[in-house]
Each structure stands twice: as structure tokens, then as C-alpha cells.
């Protein structure tokens, strides 16, 4: 008879808030002997091992000592139709929208294609120790279908949509305001709130949209005030340039979004870079996300995110890869390059707010942090299992580290795929590599 429940043994850290440092160890627990239990896809409890197994029932136990365990990594911007466009050389944001991504796209009209992708996709932010995404698809409904359909079979907690683009793009890759509606209309009916699968409306920016189009988006998220919104802000000098020249009436670029009625805790802005005071009081009067997107800002040369002043303002920042503009599916390397970005404007991110982000605080901005990035009872057991010791170098590193924020900052300076040992979607392990099984 297979057991009903699992118990995964390891270090355990779980967060409760935003840790300020190391001393604010009421935002954290940290177990040197944990435990996370584990039955029908949620976690029934975590913490001490001793605490944790005394209420299990003949589980099956999984020893993943030395490792450390958390919850699964959340991206909360990528692209699904750029897997084949990452790592494409030498150009800012318009050009390489035009010269690469766009031409790629094009390709997703074939939901054989789409399908294919989609796996691979998936497999790759699993073994980067991402658990739950939040996706731009390609303008083809086929696209989005391919996306929800795959994560359904895995059991994946996702979040996306189609990208609603009506100009400024090339011949197949657009849609018109009736067909964007009507296409997110039917996605929205098909995929939302089915299973682990929440949609996201998604303008692909005001380049790409005329007011009509906007004017659509804008009926959806009324229509649809549960569905999350998606879109691109300020990422880049040209692109403001041309936004305001599409758009002369508005006051600056956020004020598009705001005229059509995107704005609000549910919006997710990716970059959010080159921002004027008065689109900042906006962002905090309206609840709107920025997405900070390190690896993407750097590689296009897009700008410094200013992390400190939104926090400042109150301003709840989510973090992302942006694959394919991104150069890395990983959120430790997507941390480790933020790390970066912040030193360069004097500002700085300790490992244990580094770890809160990638996980809880990314989950707060989505408002699922009952659902996904904590390792708390009731939620959903999706689990990283984490080894500083993973490459030579990191294990030369780990010998001379002396705390749990020591490791941390290793794993994510130094830490990629290779770090990431095991990975559980809804209490499933996904990676093959066997593990060690022990009897409590
Ligand atoms: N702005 C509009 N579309 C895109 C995209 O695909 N990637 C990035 N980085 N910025 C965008
Ligand atoms: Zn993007």
C-alpha cells in the first residue's frame, strides 16, 4: 500500500514576514534538524523533527540531510515563447523586441510547437527550483492553451495569458481588439480558477496596443476583477519616447495604464525603472506591483531598479527572471545580479530578505501567500530542497561559512540549477535523481 503521507527531513527555513537581518528571527524559523509533512498535496506541518514526525501516520520518509529545504522558488515575469530567443546578442529593448523575440513568437501560432515548448518550459523552471510563474504567452490563443494545459498535467500553480498586441508588430503577431477580447475572454472561461491556474490579462505594453485595444483591456479587468493584470513600465528611454508619442494625451507613461483602469493590487508592472514622482505616488496610491527584473535590466541595458524608494514609498516590489531578455531561468542567479544592481546605488539586500523575496514576498504581492511560499500547515506543498555544496567552488566556500545567512549568500552568488537537489510540486517530487528513503 503506498503511505498517504511524506515526510521530508532536512534544514528548514520558512518565513513569516520580511526578515530586517539575521537578529529578526520572529519573521523566520530556521530548523537544524526539520521536518516538512506532507499529505494530498499539502503541507500538514513543518518545523522540528522530532514535533513534526510525532504526527505523522506510516509515512513515507525522505532524508534530504545535509540539504536545506524551503518553499519553491516564484518568477513573477517571464516570457514562455522566449526559451529560444534567451542569450540573443546586442541590442536595447526595440530593437531586440524586433530583431529577435518578435520573429520568434510568430512560431506559436502552432500549437504542436506551443505544446513542445511548453514542455520544455516547464521542465526548466523545475529544475531552476521555480514552482509557480507568472508568464507572458504569445499572441496565439494556442500558446496560452499549450501553458495551462502542461502545468495542469504537472499540477503546477501557474499564472498567465496571451499577450494582446494590435500594432507595432509584425504581421503574425497580432490580434485586433475584438480578438484579443474574445480570445481572453474564452481563456479566462476555460483556465482560470481551474486547478492550481489563475489568468492574467495581459496588454503586452502601450507600444503594442492601440487605445481600442486598450479600451478592451480595460472592459476585461472590469469584467473580470479577479483575474490578475500584466504589462511592461518604463523600462527603457526609447520606449517612453515612442509611448508618449502614441500616446500625447497622457500625463506620462503609467497614466495610459491608469486612463484605462489596469492599476490596482492585482497589476503587476514589469521593470518599472525610469519612473517620474508622480507615477510613484500612483503606484502607492493604487497598489500596483513593480516587477524588479535584474538579469533583464543589466543584459539590455535598460537601467537601475530603484528598490529602496519604492520600498520607501510603501510600494510592494515583486522580483523576476524575464527570460528570454533575463539571462537566467534561475532565481538565484536572478538574486544574485539584484544583489548587484542595488550595490550599485548604494543599497543593499541581506540574504535573508533575498530568500523572503523569492518565495513569501513574491507570493504577498500575488496575494497567495495562504496558498504559495511558506512552508506553513495548509498550504501547498511545493518544496525546494537546497545544496550550498553543489560545485566545487561552493563547497570550497561553505567551508569557511559560519551562519545560515553565510550559506545563504552563497547560494545566491554561486548558486544555479546545480544547487537545487529535489524539487516537490504539490508534494510530488519532480527531479528524477533518487533520494534516500529512511524509516522514522
Ligand atoms: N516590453 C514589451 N515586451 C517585452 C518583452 O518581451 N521583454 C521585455 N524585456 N520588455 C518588453
Ligand atoms: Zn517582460
Not at 531552476?128 to 495551462?148: E, I, L, N, P, R
Not at 477580447?181 to 481551474?194: F, P, S
Not at 504589462?231 to 497614466?255: C, G, V
Not at 531578455?325 to 535573508?352: C, D, F, I, R, W
Request: with cysteine; net charge negative; glycine share 10%.
Amino acid at each position: 500500500m503506498t503511505p498517504k503521507q511524506t515526510l521530508l527531513r532536512g534544514r528548514t527555513l520558512n518565513f513569516s514576514a520580511e526578515p530586517t537581518g539575521p537578529e529578526d528571527t520572529a519573521a523566520y524559523q530556521y530548523c537544524e534538524d526539520g521536518a516538512v509533512l506532507i499529505e494530498g498535496g499539502l503541507i500538514v506541518a513543518s518545523g522540528d523533527y522530532t514535533a513534526v514526525a510525532a504526527q505523522a501516520v506510516q509515512p513515507q520518509v525522505i532524508d534530504h540531510r545535509p540539504h536545506l529545504l524551503m518553499a519553491g522558488f516564484i518568477d513573477t515575469h517571464i516570457h514562455f515563447p522566449q526559451v529560444q530567443v534567451i542569450a540573443s546578442w546586442g541590442a536595447q529593448l526595440l530593437d531586440w523586441l524586433n530583431s529577435y523575440t518578435f520573429p520568434e513568437e510568430t512560431r506559436f501560432a502552432s500549437p504542436d510547437h506551443s505544446a513542445a515548448m511548453a514542455g520544455k518550459f516547464y521542465d526548466l523552471l523545475l529544475g531552476h527550483g521555480t514552482t509557480t510563474a507568472v508568464a507572458y504567452c504569445s499572441v496565439h490563443k494556442a500558446s496560452a492553451d499549450a501553458f495551462f494545459a502542461e502545468a495542469a498535467r504537472r499540477d503546477m500553480r501557474m499564472i498567465g495569458g496571451k499577450v494582446m498586441m494590435d500594432r507595432n508588430a509584425p504581421d503574425g503577431l497580432m490580434d485586433t481588439p475584438q480578438s484579443g477580447y474574445d480570445d481572453t475572454q474564452a481563456l479566462i472561461r476555460d483556465w482560470h480558477g481551474k486547478g492550481r491556474a489563475s489568468y492574467a490579462i495581459t496588454p503586452r505594453f502601450a507600444i503594442t496596443s492601440t487605445p481600442a485595444q486598450m479600451e478592451m483591456a480595460q472592459a476585461l479587468v472590469a469584467e473580470n476583477p479577479d483575474c490578475y493584470v500584466q504589462t511592461h513600465l518604463s523600462e527603457n528611454h526609447a520606449e517612453i519616447d515612442f509611448t508618449r508619442e502614441l500616446y500625447p494625451q497622457a500625463r506620462d507613461y503609467l497614466d495610459v495604464y491608469e486612463t484605462y483602469g489596469l492599476l490596482g493590487p492585482k497589476a503587476l508592472l514589469g521593470h518599472a525603472i525610469h519612473l517620474t514622482p508622480r507615477e510613484i505616488d500612483a503606484l502607492a496610491e493604487t497598489g500596483a506591483h513593480p516587477v524588479f527584473c535584474p538579469t533583464s535590466n543589466l543584459f539590455l541595458g535598460s537601467g537601475l531598479f530603484d528598490g529602496a524608494g519604492l520600498r520607501a514609498r510603501g510600494i510592494g516590489n515583486a522580483i523576476a527572471t524575464d527570460v528570454g531578455a533575463g539571462t537566467s531561468y534561475s532565481m538565484l542567479q536572478t538574486l544574485n545580479e539584484g544583489y548587484k544592481v542595488l550595490q550599485l546605488q548604494g543599497q543593499s539586500l541581506h540574504p535573508l530578505r533575498a530568500f523572503h523575496w523569492i518565495t513569501r514576498g513574491n507570493a504577498v504581492t500575488l496575494g497567495l501567500e495562504g496558498k504559495i511560499g511558506t512552508l506553513d500547515a495548509g498550504t501547498e506543498a511545493d518544496v525546494v530542497v537546497l545544496d550550498a555544496r553543489a560545485t566545487p567552488a561552493m563547497d570550497l566556500r561553505m567551508q569557511r561559512a559560519g551562519s545560515l545567512s553565510d550559506e545563504l549568500f552563497i547560494l545566491q552568488m554561486l548558486g544555479d540549477d546545480r544547487a537545487v537537489a529535489q524539487v516537490y510540486v504539490a508534494g510530488r517530487a519532480s527531479k528524477g535523481a533518487p533520494v534516500l528513503e529512511a524509516a522514522i
